[in-house]
């Protein structure tokens, strides 16, 4: 109903920073495929405590497999061939502690895992690579890393982790992931590319989002709706990720609304790219994120209580150099069923005039494309919903932002009706395509 003022953007961020990111992890990677022993290297900071960390620990599957004192955690731990859950803690000296989960394959193959970019996969330059390796055939383990392109060795580093960006053309390329270990052997991956293309796909994508970890909730009430992290009775919210029923992937996640506040809405977001990325892309050189245009928002989301919901609300936000662009997109559902979209400069929503009509217990498909223009405007393209495409093509001015934090983020919201009427959606397959 309302939308998220560029100050909130950093409250945000501050209460994400003192909640869930006192815990960084920079080996291994969420998600990677890593040999064993496993280099486990983190730093903590204490959550509200002036005493400072006490300790740091490494749970495998639930179980507390290593503890450190102090707030720097450095340590190889042993692991089978497998699928694990770990998660790396830190406890302070006031009783409190926060944590960061890390998913890992381990592997005693030798081998070249690559992350990012995916094989035959249409992507932006510069292109993020990231990977890692494993030798079973040299004790002495992995020496470097590098990238060739079209057989020209593009980049080099040590260690058995690459993680770097490589400004390429426009075209199409056959790019070597390669690593060579300390006894003179070397094993390799192909990954073919299509840099390029414009249009409305293609890119990097972020995929299963719904199940991503990094969300946060936050509460908002009428009339000003700032947002609060506690702001119950009023309003009340949750998610619960990795529902296998309903879904259509087996991992789906459920948000709820709740409360006794009219009109009192629940905002959940997600830092993808820039500090706090929750996809491991923190941009820290400041150079991706502005060098983004286009951007795709796809989704399913289902509920049986539709007609519960005041609105539904899907956005895009990009931030960088004080620039505030939030592309924001509502379905008024007990509201109008309309689509809106949200003029940053006057802060106001504006109706597209395209109807929409989500379908009751039952999955409905929603794809938002948009584009930031190259004097920075907003260029809200087209909207999908269930096969029905809406062209719009309806462009706003860029609202200011005068902060110094450059990311993007998504958000999906659930307002709440006259009665503030409780009811739940679920989200599944969730994409976010960026180029």
Same mark, same amino acid.
């Given at each position: 109903?309302?939308?998220?003022?560029?100050?909130?953007?950093?409250?945000?961020?501050?209460?994400?920073?003192?909640?869930?990111?006192?815990?960084?992890?920079?080996?291994?990677? $969420?998600?990677?495929?890593?040999?064993?022993?496993?280099?486990?290297?983190?730093?903590?900071? *204490?959550?509200?405590?002036?005493?400072?960390?006490?300790?740091?620990? =490494?749970?495998?599957?639930?179980?507390? %497999?290593?503890?450190?004192?102090?707030?720097?955690?450095?340590?190889?731990?042993?692991?089978? +061939?497998?699928?694990?859950?770990?998660?790396?803690?830190?406890?302070?000296?006031?009783?409190?502690?926060?944590?960061?989960?890390?998913?890992? #394959?381990?592997?005693?193959?030798?081998?070249?895992?690559?992350?990012? +970019?995916?094989?035959?996969?249409?992507?932006?330059? &510069?292109? $993020?690579? %990231?990977?890692? /390796?494993?030798?079973?055939?040299?004790?002495?383990?992995?020496? $470097?890393?590098?990238?060739?392109?079209?057989?020209?060795?593009?980049?080099?580093?040590?260690?058995?982790?690459?993680?770097?960006?490589?400004?390429?053309?426009?075209?199409?390329?056959?790019?070597?992931?390669?690593?060579?270990? %300390?006894?003179?052997?070397?094993?390799? #991956?192909?990954?073919?590319?299509?840099?390029?293309?414009?249009?409305?796909?293609?890119?990097?994508?972020? $995929?299963?989002?719904?199940?991503?970890?990094?969300?946060?909730?936050?509460?908002?009430?009428? *009339?000003?709706?700032?947002?609060?992290?506690?702001?119950?009775?009023?309003?009340?919210?949750?998610?619960?990720?990795? =529902?296998?029923? +309903?879904?259509? /992937?087996?991992?789906?996640?459920?948000?709820?609304?709740?409360?006794?506040? &009219? !009109?009192?809405?629940?905002?959940?977001?997600?830092?993808? =790219?820039?500090?706090?990325?929750?996809?491991?892309?923190?941009?820290?050189?400041?150079?991706?994120? *502005?060098?983004?245009?286009?951007?795709?928002?796809?989704?399913?989301?289902?509920?049986?209580?539709?007609?519960?919901?005041?609105?539904?609300?899907?956005?895009?936000?990009?931030?960088?150099?004080?620039?505030?662009?939030?592309?924001?997109?509502?379905?008024?559902?007990?509201?109008?069923?309309?689509?809106?979209?949200?003029?940053?400069?006057?802060? %106001?929503?504006?109706?597209?005039?395209?109807?929409? !009509?989500?379908?009751?217990?039952?999955?409905?498909?929603?794809?938002?494309?948009?584009?930031?223009?190259?004097?920075?405007?907003?260029?809200?393209?087209?909207?999908?919903?269930?096969?029905?495409?809406?062209?719009?093509?309806?462009? !706003?001015?860029?609202?200011?932002? *005068?902060?110094?934090?450059?990311? =993007? #983020?998504?958000?999906?919201?659930?307002?709440?009706?006259?009665?503030?009427?409780?009811?739940?959606?679920?989200?599944?397959?969730?994409?976010?395509?960026?180029?």
């Amino acid at each position: 109903m309302k939308r998220l003022c560029c100050q909130c953007v950093f409250l945000m961020l501050a209460t994400a920073i003192a909640a869930f990111a006192n815990v960084a992890v920079t080996s291994p990677w $969420t998600g990677s495929t890593v040999g064993s022993p496993v280099h486990y290297v983190a730093t903590a900071t *204490p959550n509200n405590c002036s005493r400072g960390v006490s300790s740091m620990g =490494i749970y495998v599957n639930n179980v507390l %497999k290593y503890v450190t004192n102090g707030a720097k955690l450095d340590t190889e731990m042993s692991f089978s +061939p497998g699928k694990y859950d770990t998660t790396v803690e830190e406890w302070d000296y006031c009783g409190g502690a926060s944590y960061t989960q890390v998913s890992i #394959t381990a592997t005693n193959q030798t081998g070249v895992w690559v992350m990012s +970019p995916a094989n035959t996969s249409q992507v932006s330059s &510069p292109v $993020t690579y %990231k990977a890692t /390796s494993n030798t079973a055939t040299c004790s002495k383990g992995v020496s $470097t890393m590098g990238v060739y392109v079209n057989n020209v060795l593009k980049y080099v580093g040590n260690g058995n982790m690459l993680n770097t960006n490589i400004s390429l053309g426009d075209g199409t390329y056959d790019t070597v992931v390669e690593e060579w270990d %300390k006894c003179g052997g070397a094993a390799y #991956t192909h990954v073919k590319i299509t840099v390029g293309g414009g249009g409305g796909g293609g890119g990097n994508s972020f $995929t299963a989002l719904q199940g991503s970890k990094g969300w946060t909730g936050y509460g908002e009430l009428p *009339p000003n709706y700032n947002i609060c992290s506690n702001c119950s009775p009023q309003v009340t919210y949750s998610l619960t990720q990795h =529902i296998k029923s +309903p879904s259509l /992937s087996g991992n789906s996640s459920k948000f709820t609304l709740g409360g006794t506040e &009219p !009109y009192a809405d629940v905002l959940f977001n997600n830092h993808l =790219i820039g500090t706090l990325s929750s996809q491991g892309v923190p941009d820290t050189d400041h150079k991706l994120v *502005p060098s983004l245009h286009n951007f795709t928002y796809d989704a399913y989301f289902y509920t049986s209580q539709l007609s519960l919901s005041q609105a539904l609300e899907f956005d895009i936000n990009q931030y960088f150099d004080s620039h505030g662009l939030v592309f924001g997109t509502q379905c008024r559902v007990a509201g109008g069923n309309m689509w809106d979209v949200w003029d940053n400069q006057n802060k %106001k929503w504006v109706s597209t005039g395209a109807k929409c !009509y989500p379908v009751n217990n039952g999955w409905n498909h929603v794809t938002i494309q948009v584009q930031r223009e190259s004097d920075n405007s907003l260029l809200y393209q087209s909207i999908t919903l269930n096969g029905t495409k809406s062209v719009l093509n309806k462009k !706003y001015p860029a609202g200011s932002c *005068p902060n110094d934090w450059w990311g =993007i #983020t998504v958000n999906y919201q659930l307002d709440g009706n006259s009665k503030q009427s409780g009811y739940a959606t679920y989200l599944d397959n969730f994409t976010f395509t960026y180029w």
